[in-house]
């Protein structure tokens, strides 16, 4: 089965990505930006900052909630931002 780039259009859709800071987790947070999503990763791994960094590298949108660190809760973004996200998640994984 061929698929099309019309099915993986998820521009204007957020995805939340658990565990995607490294690993498949990663490539999964990538694949959803470069299909138009806006990502969130979700991951007490802070290495999640560099897969953000990397999506915004290639002009996607994409942002770390680090887990269980409620000192970097706010990261590159506002507790109320993030809420903002997750009142409109399309994906989760």
Do not use: Y
């Not at 915004?56 to 993030?82: F, I, T, V, Y």
């Amino acid at each position: 089965m061929a698929f099309s780039s019309t099915q993986f259009n998820f521009s204007d859709k957020i995805a939340i990505v658990t565990g995607g800071a490294t690993g498949i987790g990663r490539a999964t947070s990538i694949l959803f930006a470069r299909h138009g999503a806006k990502v969130v990763i979700g991951d007490v791994n802070a290495e999640g900052a560099k897969t953000a960094e990397l999506i915004q590298e290639r002009r996607g949108r994409g942002s770390l909630r680090q887990n269980g660190r409620p000192e970097s809760r706010a990261g590159p973004k506002s507790g109320r931002d993030h809420r903002e996200d997750v009142r409109r998640i399309t994906l989760c994984v």
